[in-house]
């Protein structure tokens, strides 16, 4: 590096980026290993292995997350398959819905299921009327089930892209040497596809081990991994935070782990996607059409349940926990926008200017990486990733750990919250900037530059507005997942301060589910409306960066 690049300023932008990334990416996680290797007391790793209930909440865990990947890949594959290869009725809504449980929040998916299977639930009602007895949602099945449903969309998502990239006259070469349709099939583009579903349920696994709203709702008194985090750090608080440091780091390993049996099975892969003709779909006509749409058509309405089950809730007259389904009310709404409106101002303030400050982060320093490299951007580029490998129970005890009290005391404040919307989403516009700027010629930003226009303006005049559609769609996605979060910031946020998702997680425990629908009703329309305006008056299709 010479002496100009030192008085360049992109060289000193690069430097702020990198200490504010380690300022609140790498501090808060190495405050999580030092205080469970050396916090008060004996160190959390052999507190870990003496308690049964940890360990069992680790493998239950692993064997959590190991199921729900297996239904995941079993269900999102072959729905994949049948809307990539085939035509019949109905399929443009069955390709399209499963995207819509991407922005149902995982807490309202939660409390819908029991609002339908719980013990009080309406189907429980229903059939215990006629003398069935359904099994309790609570525990393994409630988990498997809720998970399953919403999971699923990631394999579909991953899955139908690879066989739609398939070169079919692949396929066609091996009938023609005298291989069946359907071995064929297995022996060309199942070996072609499996990375993208490998990838896809390694996405799976690793969410599910993160998932903190249905874990919590669900498990009652099965321990897992997130749930004893979360209690550990609501008994310790924030005067000894070993074993809830302690529980996080295993959380992180384990991603970690996932993340590197990725990256080596990618890395192994002899078979690469051939772009070229892609099957024509068949039609299908008849039984077997109707069996096909019927199946597809299933999961999909069963995926989209808590959507019509929160609406229902939203307007159903309650007395304290129970519903008076049939009864409608505007109650319920009244206290979301007149009694106790504090949840819905806060999550729009704090979800909008961290939303505001991801995106032009994330826009600055992908610029950097790409366009203006040096010594220390490769640095940048790996910090700015971890946060995909955290899970929000984790991101959250780190910033406990690192910003209670001390020279930079954040606890207790919004900006604490502001903060860990701004970590845990800040790789969406990284991953979209650096995706475009990839696709901007060099030579546009230096005719700028010799035409007399200094870097940084020549930066906003001509390279940013090539950014922006991009940049807008990371910014939609972004709030979509902002506002819904609620891992890290019921462990960050002080009274005063709750936030939709927390709000309504409070609400779930107190079983007011019809006040915790009206919230999750507004919550789903905070979210979807910024999507239908970018893609009706923008054409922004929020879900192809995913």
């Known amino acids: 590096m010479n002496a100009a690049s030192f008085r360049s300023p992109w060289f000193w932008m690069t430097l702020a980026a990198l200490g504010l990334l380690a300022l609140f990416v790498l501090y808060p996680l190495v405050n999580i290993l030092s205080a469970s290797l050396f916090g008060e007391g004996p160190s959390g790793w052999s507190r870990l292995v003496s308690t049964p209930k940890y360990i069992e909440a680790i493998l239950n865990t692993l064997i959590l997350a190991s199921a ?12 994949a398959y049948v809307t990539a290869r085939y035509s019949f009725r109905g399929k443009a809504l069955i390709a399209l819905l499963p995207l819509i449980t991407l922005v149902i929040p995982e807490v309202i998916a939660a409390q819908t299921w029991l609002m339908m299977l719980g013990n009080n639930g309406l189907i429980t009602k229903a059939m215990r009327e006629i003398g069935i007895r359904l099994p309790s949602f609570y525990g393994w099945f409630g988990l498997i089930t809720s998970m399953s449903f919403i999971y699923y969309t990631y394999v579909y998502i991953g899955t139908v892209a ?48 993160g998932n903190f709203a249905i874990s919590m709702i669900l498990s009652h008194r099965l ?36 993340l590197f049996v990725n990256r080596w099975i990618v890395s192994r892969g002899r078979y690469e996607i051939v ?49 008076q389904w049939g009864e409608w009310t505007l109650d319920n709404l009244a206290r979301v926008f007149v009694t106790a409106p504090e949840p819905l101002v806060n999550s729009l303030t704090y979800a909008g200017i961290a939303t505001f400050i991801s995106i032009a982060f994330s826009a600055i320093v992908s610029y950097l990486v790409v366009k203006k490299p040096n010594l220390v951007t490769p640095a940048v580029d790996y910090i700015s990733a971890i946060p ?21 005391p954040l606890t207790g404040t ?6 860990a919307y701004v970590i845990r989403r800040m790789p969406f516009g990284m991953r979209n900037g650096q ?31 090539v950014m922006l559609p991009a940049v807008a769609s990371a910014a939609i996605l972004t709030w979509t997942t902002t506002v819904s979060e609620l891992s890290a910031s019921i462990l960050v946020y ?8 927390i709000q309504i997680f409070r609400l779930i425990d107190s079983g007011l589910m019809a006040y915790a629908s009206a919230y999750g009703l507004v919550l789903v329309a905070v979210i979807l409306i910024p999507v239908v305006l970018a893609n009706r008056l923008f054409g922004i299709d929020v879900f192809s960066s995913k």
């Not at 349709?181 to 596809?193: F, Q």
């Not at 995909?388 to 930079?408: E, K, R």
């Open 68 to 79: 729900v990947t297996v239904i995941c890949t079993i269900i999102g594959v072959p729905l």
């Open 162 to 209: 690879a066989i739609g990239k398939f070169d079919v006259q692949l396929e066609e070469a091996a009938q023609s040497l005298g291989t069946p349709p359907a071995l064929a099939r297995i022996k060309v583009m199942l070996p072609v596809i499996l990375p993208a579903i490998l990838a896809s349920a390694l996405l799976v696994f690793t969410m599910t081990v």
């Open 223 to 258: 321990p897992l991994l997130s749930v004893v985090t979360y209690q550990a750090a609501v008994a310790e608080g924030t005067s000894s935070i070993t074993m809830q440091s302690t529980l996080a780091s295993v959380s992180v390993l384990i991603v970690m782990a996932v």
């Open 275 to 323: 772009q070229g003709r892609g099957a024509r779909p068949v039609p299908l006509k008849g039984l077997r059409g109707a069996l096909v749409a019927g199946s597809a058509g299933l999961v999909v309405a069963i995926s989209l349940l808590p959507l019509l089950t929160i609406t229902l809730g939203a307007f159903t007259t309650a007395r304290g926990p129970v519903m």
């Open 388 to 408: 995909l490998a955290l899970s929000g129970t984790v991101l959250g005890v780190g910033l406990l750990a690192a910003f209670n009290g001390g020279w930079l």
């Open 414 to 419: 919004p900006i604490i919250i502001v903060l």
């Open 435 to 465: 995706a475009v700027l990839h696709n901007i010629p060099n030579s546009i930003e230096e005719a700028s530059i010799s035409l007399g226009v200094a870097p940084v303006r020549s930066f906003l005049r001509v390279v940013l507005p």
């Open 494 to 501: 002080s009274g005063g301060r709750e936030t939709l998702p």
